[in-house]
Nanobody
């Protein structure tokens, strides 16, 4: 019954924006730390952003810092990833993941729950 569902992906031109959503069911996200990850074809999954359960701590990969913003809405049981000034190298399947534990924020193997992913394609 525990489920995370990503949405909001699509095709955008370089410099464009998308807002991804990660909606939880079966548990409440306000008790969990959330990470956003992405995986491009032929490449390993990499961490993109992180938000603590309280929302008090956020973090970003250097490659997206200043362009992406993570946020949460407890009332909607949803975490968002606002992506601005998108680049072709941002093209990937984006996943959200959740954990109750304090872990290295971009250690994907330490997260307990994962969504199915949403495709983001940045191309002219």
């Amino acid at each position: 019954q525990v489920q995370l569902v990503e949405s909001g992906g699509g095709l955008v031109q370089p410099g464009g924006s998308l807002k991804l959503s990660c909606a939880a069911s079966g548990f409440t996200l306000d008790s969990y730390h959330i990470g956003w990850f992405r995986q491009a074809p032929g490449k390993e999954r990499e961490g993109v952003s992180y938000i603590s359960s309280s929302g008090g701590t956020t973090a970003y990969a250097d490659s997206v810092k200043g362009r992406f913003t993570i946020s949460g809405d407890n009332a909607k049981n949803t975490v968002y990833l606002q992506m601005n000034n998108l680049k072709p190298e941002d093209t990937a399947v984006y996943y959200c993941a959740a954990t109750l534990r304090i872990i290295p924020i971009f250690a994907s193997g330490e997260y307990d729950y994962w969504g199915q992913g949403t495709q983001v394609t940045v191309s002219s």
